[in-house]
């Protein structure tokens, strides 16, 4: 699998926590109907356990946006992704092999829908054995990784506030990954996607996450660019 394959599909694999994240933000805006999740309490500390931030719209807006993401996805990978595996050049290798070796047609069709999502099929492509999932996802995960990527969030705002750090100060690192590392950890309980895709979303979401926040300073979308 070269490059640009692993990017594209890390990028599909984590979508619905990379909007759930995103969009939290947007639906979070104003106090209209709107609460803090932490209800204004203080932990024992004294200090507050999430921040006004961290509101209840915000939230389910939040997991809401991540899983139309999920269940979009699902409908688009079994149409479009099944159909272009359809027509890919590895599925037009196996349909001449089979009538190489003299094959029916019917047969052939059977054994043709047989391997075409099997991890031998993958492995042709050169994909890992376990790639079907990250290809055609379903909504449970795109669930999953928004639910994930917002409590994984709401951690690392406990964690700033225990560090005695005031809202909207950067804290690098932790901004950038606490989403992506509690979406992943959550949706573990349904899918572990190939460690390659895991790494590159590791590796690749702080610059992503600091380009999506500075987009959105700029649209006056957030106070802080990072």
Partial sequence: MN?????????????????????AVVFGRGSRLNIPLDLGKN???GRRIFGAGKTL?????????GTLVGFAQTISGNTIGIFMLRFSPVTLQFILMLHVLGFQSLISLIILNSLLLSPFYFALLGYPLTIKEVIIPSPVKGFLLSMG???????????????KMERGKPAPGLDQLDFVIGAIL?????????????????LLTPAVHLTANITGYALNLKKEPW
């Fill in 43 to 45: 932990f024992i500390d």
């Fill in 57 to 65: 719209r915000g939230f389910l807006g939040g997991i809401l946006a």
């Fill in 3 to 23: 490059a640009l394959t692993l990017i594209l599909l890390m990028f599909w694999y984590i979508l619905p926590a990379y909007a759930a994240n995103g969009l």
């Fill in 186 to 202: 959550l949706s573990s309980i349904f899918y572990v996607p190939p460690i390659e895709i895991l790494v590159t979303a590791l």
């Fill in 149 to 163: 990527a917002l409590v994984g969030d709401l951690a690392g705002s406990f964690i700033k506030r225990r560090l």
